[in-house]
């Protein structure tokens, strides 16, 4: 069943035909970039619905995994989400202003500052996550349990071959 990519990828051949083999990896990123993008905007609608953008949820979402007291410092948040420093302070501003965080001093390191889920972020990113564990059900509702074993695999089994900003830091 051909899609546009492979349409694109035709056009590579006819007019440089000395790329060969090698236009398999550009219908492969192709392909993970439109996944990326299609299935980026379904889950930003759910997430919406809730009042957060995906970025927002993320950081709430690592805060609820952390466990009790759901408290994380802002260089192991922007390690975890492959954040700068920059863009995670941006996001713990927007969710502190909406009441969803917390920042204080912390008392083992004075320099440094816990970042805690507020109870308001708790009962969002609760709210949220059912939905939106649903909706990436739905997504993958094309392929059959095997199959998102396989791609699972492989995805886990690329990401390993690959330099990773957030461990190399």
């Given at each position: 069943m051909p899609d546009e990519i492979d349409g694109f990828i035709e056009q590579w051949?006819?007019?440089?035909?000395?790329?060969?083999a090698d236009l398999e990896a550009m219908a492969l990123f192709g392909r993970l970039g439109r996944l990326a993008a299609?299935?980026?905007?379904?889950?930003?609608?759910?997430?919406?619905?809730?009042?957060?953008?995906?970025?927002?949820?993320?950081?709430l979402a690592?805060?609820?995994?952390?466990?009790?007291?759901f408290t994380l410092t802002p260089t192991v948040l922007a390690r975890t989400l492959?954040?700068?420093?920059?863009?995670?302070?941006?996001?713990?501003d927007r969710l502190e202003r909406a009441g969803l965080v917390t920042r204080s001093v912390d008392p083992g390191n004075r320099r440094s500052t816990l970042v805690t889920l507020a109870a308001a972020g708790r009962t969002t990113v609760d709210g949220a996550?059912?939905?939106?564990?649903?909706?990436?059900?739905?997504l993958l509702g094309g392929l059959t349990?095997?199959?998102?074993?396989?791609?699972?695999?492989?995805?886990?089994?690329?990401?390993?071959?690959?330099?990773?900003?957030?461990?190399?830091?």
């Amino acid at each position: 069943m051909p899609d546009e990519i492979d349409g694109f990828i035709e056009q590579w051949r006819d007019e440089r035909p000395d790329l060969g083999a090698d236009l398999e990896a550009m219908a492969l990123f192709g392909r993970l970039g439109r996944l990326a993008a299609v299935a980026g905007a379904a889950i930003e609608e759910v997430l919406l619905r809730h009042g957060l953008t995906t970025g927002e949820f993320d950081v709430l979402a690592a805060l609820r995994r952390a466990g009790a007291p759901f408290t994380l410092t802002p260089t192991v948040l922007a390690r975890t989400l492959m954040l700068s420093p920059g863009a995670m302070t941006n996001r713990l501003d927007r969710l502190e202003r909406a009441g969803l965080v917390t920042r204080s001093v912390d008392p083992g390191n004075r320099r440094s500052t816990l970042v805690t889920l507020a109870a308001a972020g708790r009962t969002t990113v609760d709210g949220a996550v059912g939905e939106h564990l649903a909706n990436e059900v739905r997504l993958l509702g094309g392929l059959t349990a095997a199959q998102r074993r396989t791609l699972d695999e492989l995805l886990r089994l690329l990401l390993a071959t690959l330099p990773d900003p957030a461990r190399q830091r």
